[in-house]
T-cell receptor, first 113, second 112 residues
């Protein structure tokens, strides 16, 4: 199967600064990489995703980059706001599985006002 | 997301009892999934189903069972064989041909 590692496990930034969360994956055949945001006690919500035929994708203050050669992808949040505080999970889809997602262990982001 | 419901939100059971968690969706999605979430860990796949009357084991299926008799419903039974069942359980679904999985609100199971 796939193995996804996520770093850091916790991240604190000042409001307005940028935050970067990094993930690596093991299976070069993985082809879909979503990022989810989960607030305390709530369901994970998809915030952005990228497919293996694209190197970068942006949506307002959020961007994801993918380096297939190095098998890593990153989430970038610019101009952070207190409401960005949450746990963020990366995931990779194992191509040979039935859309099975393998998740990282999560990053708890705290934005300090 | 609003089209996927899980019940109950909180569930308490005594050790050794089987318990069934409900997951329903009105989104006409073919595929459904059950994940388990523990503190400090990512989501781990328990079972998934791509079509009615068919389901497959995920990474941590031992001690769990599922059924998929209707497209809208994918209940999960946590059996007494599951050694450490206390966790947050999330159900998800996605339409055939798309990548995005949508999650239900979750059920927090506590075994006393």
């Amino acid at each position: 199967g796939e193995n996804v590692e996520q770093h850091p496990s916790t991240l604190s930034v000042q409001e307005g600064d940028s935050a970067v969360i990094k993930c690596t994956y093991s299976d070069s055949a993985s082809n879909y990489f979503p990022w989810y945001k989960q607030e305390l006690g709530k369901r994970p919500q998809l915030i952005i995703d990228i497919r293996s035929n694209v190197g970068e994708k942006k949506d307002q203050r959020i961007a994801v980059t993918l380096n297939k050669t190095a098998k890593h992808f990153s989430l970038h949040i610019t101009e952070t706001q207190p409401e960005d505080s949450a746990v963020y999970f990366c995931a990779a889809r194992w191509k040979t599985g039935a859309n099975n997602l393998f998740f990282g262990t999560g990053t708890r982001l705290t934005v300090i006002p | 997301d609003g089209g996927i419901t899980q019940s109950p939100k909180y569930l308490f059971r005594k050790e050794g009892q089987n318990v069934t968690l409900s997951c329903e969706q009105n989104l006409n999605h073919d595929a459904m999934y059950w994940y388990r979430q523990d503190p400090g860990q990512g989501l781990r796949l328990i079972y998934y189903s791509q079509i009615v009357n068919d389901f497959q084991k995920g990474d941590i299926a031992e001690g769990y069972s599922v059924s998929r008799e209707k497209k809208e419903s994918f209940p999960l039974t946590v059996t007494s064989a599951q050694k450490n069942p206390t966790a947050f359980y999330l159900c998800a679904s996605n339409p055939t041909g798309t990548d995005t999985q949508y999650f239900g609100p979750g059920t927090r199971l506590t075994v006393l």
